[in-house]
C-alpha cells in the first residue's frame, strides 16, 4: 500500500473504515479471542484482568471490569481516551484530515482496496484468529453475524431484531378488526 495502511493494526483499519466504534469493536473481538472477554448478562460485556495491557485493548479491559452494554463503554472516559491518543499518528501519517479527524480520501481508497483483497470468509472455521479480525476490521457487523453470531448478539455487539408475525402483523387476538380464534386453532386456516 502506497501511504503507509499495510502497517496498521486491524483497531486502526476499523478506525478508518467506521469510526471509534468500529474500532473498539475489534478491541473487544481481540480480547474475546484471547479468552479475556466474555458476554455477561444478557446485552452485556464483561473482562478478567489482564497484565501488561497497553493502548485500546488496556482501556477497553479496564473499563470491562463490571459487565457494560457496549454502548456504555464506548462512551467511557478512558476507552475514548485510547481512541484520541489512536488518532494522533494516524493524523501525521496523513490518513485523517485536520481538524474533524476524518479519514482522508487516499485512506478510505486504501480501505476499500483491503476489503475487495480480503472479501468477507464464506465460513468461520479455519481461519486464524488475526484472519477473524482482520475481517471485522474490514466488514463490521457483516463480519460479526458469519464468524462469531452467538458472541456478538449476546454481547451486545449486534441490534436485536423483533420477530413478526408469520402474516407480518403482530398478533392481535381478534381485535382491531382480525379474524377471532376460537379454540386454539388458526383463524387463517391449516399452514
Do not use: N
Not at 468500529?22 to 473481538?29: D, L, S
Not at 489512536?86 to 483491503?114: D, K, N, Y
Not at 477473524?132 to 441490534?159: Q, S, T
Amino acid at each position: 500500500m502506497s501511504d503507509g495502511t499495510a502497517a496498521l493494526a486491524p483497531h486502526e483499519i476499523a478506525l478508518l473504515r467506521g469510526g471509534p466504534r468500529a474500532a473498539v469493536t475489534v478491541a473487544v473481538v481481540a480480547l474475546y479471542l484471547r479468552g479475556t472477554v466474555e458476554p455477561g448478562p444478557p446485552g452485556t460485556l464483561w473482562a478478567a484482568p489482564e497484565d501488561g495491557q497497553g493502548g485500546l485493548e488496556g482501556a477497553v479491559g479496564s473499563a470491562l471490569r463490571r459487565p457494560a452494554r457496549f454502548r456504555r463503554l464506548v462512551r467511557d472516559p478512558e476507552v475514548r481516551l485510547a481512541v484520541a491518543e489512536m488518532r494522533i499518528p494516524l493524523a501525521e501519517a496523513g490518513l485523517l484530515r485536520w481538524p474533524f479527524l476524518g479519514p482522508t480520501r487516499s485512506a478510505r481508497r486504501e480501505v476499500e482496496a483491503l476489503r475487495s483483497r480480503h472479501p468477507l470468509p464464506a465460513r468461520r472455521y479455519g481461519l486464524t484468529d488475526d484472519d477473524k479480525l482482520l475481517a471485522v476490521a474490514l466488514h463490521g457487523e457483516a463480519a460479526l453475524r458469519a464468524l462469531m453470531p452467538r458472541f456478538a448478539l449476546r454481547a451486545g455487539l449486534l441490534p436485536r431484531v423483533e420477530v413478526a408475525d408469520v402474516r407480518g402483523t403482530s398478533p392481535s387476538w381478534g381485535y382491531g378488526g382480525a379474524a377471532p380464534m376460537c379454540g386454539g386453532g388458526d383463524a387463517g386456516g391449516s399452514d
